[in-house]
């Protein structure tokens, strides 16, 4: 039977932009998921090759929340630069130019990112030229006052003490962009061990868009029930009951996602719905 809410596997989307005057790919973007999910919000894999040039672009009707997956570099938000390393979390307000280039010692890096109420990439996308990689290097901090935006490291954000009554059986829950930072969406990062488990919920007041980092799980989304992998997006629209398991009896699984346009947990309306029982378990719709 047919997935309602399918997953998209990102290495299965074609890859768009990034072309140099050689013709050479050094960008690839890929949207997981936009309109054609049903989502007024889009999401992006991008892969930056190590030390090829970057694009200094804005967006005028949303703001940008990025993270961070893998690899170092430089990103630029207005005229403020920081070095960035695997786990920092930037918001970019809308208007602000802004562009990223990865180290030239380093490996290619992967960013991950959200356009809270633009469902389409090319929708919101002014390009303003092509960033030198040899160019200056960081001259500000993340928490300088006159940085545009917010990148703020998971290192450094403590992790939420979430309700397990409520169904949160999440290992390590934290949320790096939020309204505590001034972003109307919420950014969270979420680990499940072995075993652990997001029982069955909905949010009434927000969408939720998460990425497999890494690991295996099932996952539930209304009547689907269905395999998570690494490389896979997963929109859920508002009111739709949801949950995650880890199947995984020694590695964790790793999500970063967004409660769109809600700037905290209790934003979203969440609603606990029970357990997942094992029926749930046995059952995949694919």
Not at 144 to 167: K, T
Not at 177 to 195: C, E, K, Q, V, W
Not at 230 to 240: A, C
């Amino acid at each position: 039977m047919a997935l309602e809410f399918p997953l998209i596997d990102i290495l299965g989307v074609t890859p768009v932009g990034g072309p140099t005057g050689t013709g050479e790919k050094v960008t690839e973007m890929r949207q997981g998921i936009g309109a054609l999910e049903g989502s007024g919000t889009a999401a992006w894999h991008l892969l930056s090759r190590a030390g090829q040039p970057g694009l200094s672009h804005r967006h005028n009707e949303c703001d940008e929340i990025i993270f961070h997956l893998s690899g170092s570099g430089i990103a630029t938000q207005g005229e403020k630069q920081i070095a960035t390393r695997p786990g920092h979390c930037r918001l970019i307000p809308k208007g602000v130019p802004h562009s990223y280039v990865a180290d030239a010692n380093s490996e290619d890096t992967v960013l991950i990112g959200f356009l809270p109420g633009v469902a389409e990439i090319s929708a919101d996308f002014d390009i303003l030229g092509p960033v030198d990689p040899a160019g200056p290097v960081p001259n500000a901090q993340a928490d300088d006052a006159d940085f545009p935006g917010v990148a703020v490291h998971l290192g450094d954000v403590a992790q939420e003490n979430m309700n397990a009554g409520d169904g949160w059986s999440i290992t390590d829950f934290r949320l790096p962009i939020s309204g505590h930072n001034a972003s109307s969406s919420t950014l969270f990062r979420a680990r499940f061990f072995p075993g652990a488990i997001h029982k069955k919920h909905r949010h009434d007041h927000c969408d939720e868009i998460y990425y497999i980092i890494s690991g295996h799980g099932l996952a539930g989304a209304g009547n689907d029930r269905t395999e998570v992998r690494t490389g896979q997006f997963h929109y859920i629209p508002r009111g739709v009951e949801h949950w995650l398991h880890n199947l995984s009896e020694t590695d964790p699984i790793e999500v970063v996602g967004l409660y769109v346009n809600a700037d905290s947990v209790a934003a979203t309306g969440y609603v606990y719905m029970g357990e997942v029982e094992a029926a749930d378990l046995a059952q995949t719709s694919n």
